[in-house]
């Protein structure tokens, strides 16, 4: 090649050289940058006290252990994604679907409606299609783990199931909301095939009639027989999304591209790695390198002394959440089931400075559980809830609500009625970064100054977190999150559903409130009205009383907001602008791995090595409506392209260690 300070013999030498080059250059180009394509890498860091440690010792059954929510979008594929900027539909999974009777939106409350969705042509990672079957199997497994009465299912034929939902569940006023539960599964990935649970799917369709009866025994007994199955086929027989799990190591998870994913031709990294840390610093430092391409909480959460010192060819995307931590009562104590003692803890707490201690991103509750002061919740906060109990910290309020219990302080010291010391075990049910591990210390040091000696301890193996939930034995609180975006409607689902019951009670309460006046309100039956209404009225009316309810009742303290922070090393990646439309999908899907998905199948993600323009499209897609559909390759050609010749510098990407 000619190269600078070639002196004019040596140009001579190499001219015939030169010219041949030359010609070569666009055959070179081409497959320099086929290259490239074939050994594009993603890299991910994991944070995680229990790294899975071979292929041999892994149990792909996400019940028992194997990679669950934080890999939705990677390995699992959503049927539908909701577009959060519109509260449209982004179909994936499937390619149409309809609703019956045609005047389903007047009779809802009193006929059962027909969902009947087409699946796309898709597959598992073994080269099996992914049917309607698997459609029917997850959604089987989802029920045993929820509460009836549930849907009925009917397989027309391998690419078609009619979901019939009872009277008075899929409301009109809240359509996006009623369309992601029908047709997306909720907020779950199609996580089941039908092959490899048969023997359980075929338990639960024996017992089908039993189950919509609420029949409890059999409803547990299914349960820990899916909490330790083994699927029997091989392991890539167990992932539909565009990666599958191809290789494991104590320091890595490596995901292959799945060549039978619908949208694998317009996926343009072959692997993903995700890296497998055990513990923050070994994490950070391999950001600080370069290590890693991009970062967000369903993996890491990183400190904000990280995020001011990151390298500049980080960009940071910022996304407001109106949701955070919270603690969460456990009523089988049964101090802390005494509304007093749960109201002198919010006095005693300080939610600015746990704030304060959790570093930029995270911004105290004003207001414990009343309605986030979020753009999509505003119709919400009514002059009824404007007016509820903030719980500023105050220290002699908290200590007249003991004595009031029956409480007396010894020496610093808090006893309870029947004389013994009164201490409080926090569990965490998840490896805490930084600043989540700052603000329990917070918790812990403003609990124990008060005379209440708190300790927290950290507990991340399933199994025996289902089982303290499911006994509430082994701690007093736990640390969990609240709140989320639900489309329209304000998200009381973690407090009042599944922390409280479904499936998993870790309040150990049974959802009653007895409100001031003597009225009982049942939270978990209300939920049920904020999510699908008579009406708009009863909507915002629903929404009021159970900001109040929980506000005075308490049975979880939310304590911060959590600002999302996703951080993009653009020396491996292309991704969207931070005002680009994009990033509002993190409130989508579990733990924002919707973007996962979307990103990846429709070009908004992409190796820096691949030229492109679509990945950097501040435009949504094309959504749709209940009888049209548009695929995310499709939504590609849609987008206006402007072609932008850009020189970059190719650097082979190599595995980094």
């Known amino acids: 090649m000619i190269r600078n300070g070639m002196n004019t013999h040596k140009l001579s030498k190499y001219l015939t050289l030169g010219i041949v080059m030359v010609l070569l250059i666009p055959l070179a180009s081409s497959l320099m940058v086929s290259a490239q394509m074939n050994s594009s890498t993603l890299y991910i860091g994991w944070v995680t006290s229990h790294p899975y440690q071979s292929l041999s010792t892994y149990n792909p059954n996400l019940f028992d252990g194997g990679l669950g929510g934080s890999f939705y979008g990677l390995v699992y594929a959503y049927t539908a994604l909701l577009n959060v900027s519109n509260n449209g539909i982004i179909p994936c999974l499937i390619e149409n679907w309809s609703f019956s009777p045609s005047n389903w939106e007047q009779v809802w409350q009193n006929e059962t409606v027909?969902?009947?969705?087409?699946?796309?042509?898709?597959?598992?990672?073994?080269?099996?299609?992914?049917?309607?079957?698997?459609?029917?199997?997850?959604?089987?497994?989802?029920d045993i783990l929820g509460a009836p009465p549930y849907p009925n299912y009917t397989v027309v034929n391998n690419y078609t199931i009619i979901i019939s939902h009872p009277p008075d569940t899929l409301s009109p006023y809240l359509l996006a909301f009623t369309e992601i539960c029908a047709i997306g599964l909720g907020e779950v990935a199609l996580i089941s095939s039908y092959s490899q649970y048969k023997p359980l799917v075929q338990q639960i369709h024996a017992d089908w009639t039993q189950l919509q009866h609420d029949n409890t025994t059999l409803i547990k007994k299914l349960r820990s027989e899916l909490h330790s199955y083994l699927p029997p086929g091989p392991l890539p027989a167990n992932y539909n999304g565009p990666y599958y799990v191809a290789q494991i190591t104590p320091n890595e998870i490596v995901l292959d591209k799945n060549p039978y994913y619908f949208a694998a031709n317009n996926i343009k990294f072959n692997q993903v790695v995700i890296y497998?840390?055990?513990?923050?610093?070994?994490?950070?430092?391999?950001?600080?390198?370069?290590?890693v391409s991009i970062e967000y909480s369903a993996f890491m959460s990183l400190p904000s002394t990280l995020i001011s010192s990151l390298p500049s060819y980080y960009?940071?995307?910022?996304?407001?959440?109106?949701?955070?931590?919270?603690?969460?009562?456990?009523?089988?104590?049964?101090?802390?089931?005494?509304?007093?003692?749960?109201?002198?803890?919010?006095?005693?707490?300080?939610?600015?400075?746990?704030?304060?201690?959790?570093?930029?991103?995270?911004?105290?509750?004003?207001?414990?559980?009343?309605?986030?002061?979020?753009t999509?919740?505003?119709?919400?906060?009514?002059?009824?809830?404007?007016?509820?109990?903030p719980?500023?910290?105050?220290?002699?309020?908290?200590?007249?609500?003991?004595?009031?219990?029956?409480?007396?302080?010894?020496?610093?010291?808090?006893?309870?009625?029947?004389?013994?010391?009164?201490?409080?075990?926090?569990?965490?049910?998840?490896?805490?970064?930084?600043?989540?591990?700052?603000?329990?210390?917070?918790?812990?040091?403003?609990?124990?100054?008060?005379?209440?000696?708190?300790?927290?301890?950290?507990?991340?193996?399933?199994?025996?977190?289902?089982?303290?939930?499911?006994?509430?034995?082994?701690?007093?609180?736990a640390v969990q999150g609240w709140g989320g975006y639900y489309p329209v409607t304000v998200d009381w689902y973690l407090e009042t559903q599944y922390?409280?019951?479904?499936?998993?009670?870790?309040?150990?309460?049974?959802?009653v409130v007895t409100l001031p006046n003597g009225t009982q309100v049942n939270v978990i039956k209300l939920y049920s009205a904020t999510v699908a209404p008579n009406s708009s009225a009863e909507l915002t009316s629903a929404n009021d009383e159970m900001a109040y309810a929980l506000n005075y009742y308490l049975p979880a303290l939310p304590l911060v907001y959590e600002a999302q922070q996703v951080i993009i090393n653009t020396h491996d990646l292309v991704a969207p602008p931070p005002?680009?439309?994009?990033?509002?999908?993190?409130?989508?899907?579990?733990?924002?791995?919707?973007?996962?998905?979307?990103?990846?199948?429709?070009?908004y993600l992409q190796p820096v090595s691949i030229v492109t323009t679509t990945s950097t499209s501040t435009a949504p897609p094309v959504t749709t409506s209940t009888t049209t559909s548009v695929s995310p390759l499709e939504v590609a050609g849609i987008v206006v392209v402007v072609i932008v010749i850009i020189a970059v510098a190719l650097i082979a990407l190599r595995r980094r260690k």
């Open 114 to 142: 027909n969902v009947t969705i087409t699946l796309r042509h898709s597959g598992w990672a073994n080269g099996a299609p992914v049917t309607a079957y698997d459609i029917e199997a997850t959604c089987l497994i989802l």
């Open 276 to 291: 497998q840390f055990s513990s923050i610093s070994s994490a950070e430092a391999a950001v600080l390198k370069g290590q």
């Open 315 to 374: 960009e940071v995307v910022n996304i407001p959440d109106p949701g955070g931590y919270a603690l969460y009562f456990n009523f089988k104590n049964p101090w802390l089931a005494q509304l007093p003692v749960r109201q002198a803890i919010a006095y005693v707490l300080n939610r600015t400075s746990i704030a304060l201690a959790g570093g930029s991103k995270y911004s105290p509750v004003p207001i414990p559980n009343g309605i986030p002061n979020f």
């Open 376 to 389: 999509y919740y505003k119709q919400y906060i009514t002059p009824a809830v404007q007016n509820l109990n």
């Open 391 to 477: 719980y500023s910290t105050n220290l002699q309020k908290a200590t007249q609500l003991l004595e009031s219990a029956g409480f007396t302080m010894k020496n610093g010291q808090w006893y309870t009625p029947n004389g013994t010391p009164f201490t409080l075990t926090i569990i965490v049910p998840t490896s805490p970064g930084p600043g989540l591990t700052n603000m329990l210390n917070v918790i812990k040091d403003e609990l124990t100054s008060f005379g209440i000696p708190t300790s927290y301890y950290i507990e991340t193996v399933s199994s025996v977190l289902i089982k303290d939930w499911q006994t509430g034995q082994n701690y007093d609180l």
């Open 499 to 511: 922390f409280a019951g479904i499936p998993y009670n870790v309040t150990q309460w049974d959802g």
């Open 579 to 603: 005002s680009s439309w994009f990033w509002q999908e993190y409130f989508y899907g579990i733990g924002g791995t919707a973007i996962n998905q979307l990103g990846l199948s429709s070009d």
